[in-house]
């Protein structure tokens, strides 16, 4: 039986090969043309050498007369923490675009308290604007949101952008004391 079997398994295979062959013989060649393409995706990645997720918080004082940095009140470490004064500019860190868009995009920086540090204690808030770099470009936050305009190509080897804040004017009515904001970066096409 074990013999009948792989004798038809045999003589099958024979059939299938032969006729195959005859096939192949008999048909006429047609030529075949494939097209293949590929979609690479729009990307827009921004960083920061200075924060993990694209936001930072800020931590600025005002010193009293007589005191000295170290006796300001204690920020937790992962905020960024600078003097503040009239005049001042604050390099926070660098930033870093890589852009495989050719149009234009937008990198928008919004200020969880519209541009401006507000003091930590005491019962006035009070104000310190201040203005927001990236690059060589200054901007100013609008219904508080800093934005700049960018368009084109780059790559991750480019040059990294200082991200910095600018002090022009610090209220006279600013009290000593700690002042914090915080800072929410984000990219997107136009």
């Known amino acids: 039986m074990k013999r009948f079997l792989r004798s038809a398994v045999f003589a099958l295979l024979a059939l299938v090969t032969l006729t195959g062959a005859y096939a192949q013989k008999t048909s006429s060649s047609k ?34 007369d007589g005191m000295v940095p170290d006796n300001v009140a204690y920020a937790p470490k992962d ?7 009239t005049g001042a500019v604050v390099h926070l860190g660098n930033a870093s675009l890589f852009s495989n868009v050719t149009s234009s995009y937008t990198v928008k920086v919004h200020s969880a308290n519209g541009g401006a540090l507000m003091a930590l204690s005491g019962t006035e808030k009070t104000a310190i604007p201040y203005e927001l770099y990236l690059g060589d470009t200054a901007s100013t936050a609008e219904g508080g949101t800093f934005s700049f305009a960018a368009a084109g190509k780059s790559s991750k080897y480019s040059q990294p ?11 006279q009515s600013a009290a000593s004391g700690s002042y914090s904001d915080r800072l929410m970066f984000s990219v997107s096409a136009n």
């Open 31 to 64: 030529s075949v043309s494939i097209q293949i393409v590929a979609v690479v995706p729009a990307v827009l990645r921004f960083s920061l050498d200075f924060s993990s997720d694209a936001s930072a918080n800020l931590t600025g004082y005002i010193l009293d």
């Open 79 to 85: 905020d960024l923490r600078f003097e503040i004064k």
């Open 161 to 171: 952008l200082s991200v910095a804040l600018a002090f022009r004017d610090v209220p």
